[in-house]
């Protein structure tokens, strides 16, 4: 059975750091894509940071980008979200994702979500 919880949500003051964790179990974690992705209220959700399956390689959001760190243990079935300098705009519930392309099939799943509230 596949599962991704994340973890690492809560209430922050505007200026400081989170950091979400999402453990993975149920499928081959190595040789998949990780992402983490947000949704505010009353908006769609959004793309902020992704890590390649060997974790060479990482793109950000231009709203994160400097401030958000994305990382990977593939021993552990983990990512991580490293979140500093946290702004009331990045409030949302964050989404943990795992992805992968084989040939013509795609595996696409999604965990249940932490809120993040950024507030003073």
């Known amino acids: 059975q596949v599962q991704l919880v994340e973890s690492g949500g809560g209430l922050v003051q505007p200026g400081g750091s989170l950091r979400l964790s999402c453990a993975a179990s149920?499928?081959?974690?190595?040789?998949?894509?990780l992402s983490w992705y947000r949704q505010a209220p009353g908006k769609e959700r959004e793309l902020v940071a992704t890590?390649?399956?060997?974790?060479?390689?990482?793109n950000y959001a231009d709203s994160v980008k400097g401030r958000f760190t994305i990382s990977r243990d593939n021993a552990k079935n983990t990512v991580y979200l490293q979140m500093n300098s946290l702004k009331p705009e990045d409030t949302a519930v964050y989404y943990c994702?795992?992805?992968?392309?084989?040939?013509?099939?795609?595996?696409?799943?999604w965990g249940q979500g932490t809120q993040v509230t950024v507030s003073s």
């Open positions: 149920g499928f081959t974690f190595s040789l998949y894509v």
């Open positions: 890590i390649t399956s060997a974790g060479d390689s990482t």
């Open positions: 994702n795992a992805f992968r392309r084989l040939y013509y099939l795609k595996y696409d799943y």
